[in-house]
């Protein structure tokens, strides 16, 4: 009797070793896989934050950008938690999941981006032109004051000459 479970304890083992040799492979990809999902949803997140920092450098609001930021990193960092679990089809759904949440959003930074800059230069102008009309209309203003006030002190000083000439 011993004979016979001997063999299949042999057979067993190499069942089983046939198994998780022809297992691997495949997991070793998905590793793989799952790790350049990984790194390209890194790449992906410091390239929008490069973005929304040239957007908030020219006075944009990027509180919606920052949020935005904020949620893709968090699913990165879970992407990350999870590969390092090695539960590698998680990984790399939220891997996808923290790409997909910033697949528009370098075009919005950069949209921001110049209507900030549009918004200074319109500001800067109408402060330029305000100071400009506002210094002119205190120049007027002056000259008028001063000739009304020339005017009234000749016609004062010509009443106070007349009665001595007479």
Same mark, same amino acid.
């Given at each position: 009797?011993?004979?016979?479970? /001997?063999?299949?304890?042999?057979? /067993?083992?190499?069942?089983?070793? #046939?198994?998780? !040799?022809?297992?691997?492979?495949?997991?070793?990809?998905?590793?793989?896989?799952?790790?350049?999902?990984?790194?390209?949803?890194?790449?992906?997140?410091? $390239?929008?934050? *490069?973005?929304?920092?040239?957007?908030?450098? %020219?006075?944009?609001?990027?509180?919606? /950008?920052?949020?935005? +930021?904020?949620?893709?990193? !968090? !699913?990165?960092?879970?992407?990350?938690?999870?590969?390092?679990?090695? *539960? =590698?089809?998680?990984?790399?759904? /939220?891997?996808?999941?923290?790409?997909?949440? +910033?697949? *528009? =959003?370098?075009?919005?930074?950069?949209?921001? $981006? #110049?209507?900030?800059? $549009?918004?200074?230069? =319109?500001? =800067?102008?109408?402060?330029?032109?305000? %100071?400009?009309?506002?210094?002119?209309?205190?120049?007027?203003?002056?000259?008028? #004051?001063?000739?009304? +006030?020339?005017?009234?002190?000749?016609?004062?000083?010509?009443?106070?000459?007349?009665?001595?000439?007479?």
């Amino acid at each position: 009797m011993r004979s016979v479970k /001997l063999p299949i304890g042999i057979l /067993l083992i190499l069942s089983i070793s #046939v198994a998780a !040799l022809s297992v691997l492979p495949g997991v070793w990809a998905q590793q793989e896989g799952t790790s350049s999902s990984i790194s390209a949803a890194k790449s992906r997140l410091i $390239q929008c934050y *490069d973005a929304a920092k040239a957007a908030e450098s %020219s006075g944009a609001n990027i509180s919606q /950008l920052t949020l935005r +930021l904020n949620s893709a990193g !968090l !699913l990165l960092s879970q992407a990350e938690l999870a590969y390092s679990e090695s *539960d =590698f089809g998680s990984s790399q759904s /939220l891997a996808a999941k923290s790409q997909n949440e +910033l697949i *528009d =959003f370098i075009s919005s930074a950069q949209s921001l $981006q #110049v209507s900030a800059a $549009q918004s200074r230069t =319109f500001d =800067f102008l109408l402060n330029v032109v305000a %100071s400009v009309v506002g210094t002119i209309l205190v120049i007027l203003a002056s000259v008028v #004051v001063w000739i009304r +006030l020339k005017r009234k002190y000749e016609i004062s000083e010509e009443q106070k000459s007349e009665p001595d000439a007479v």
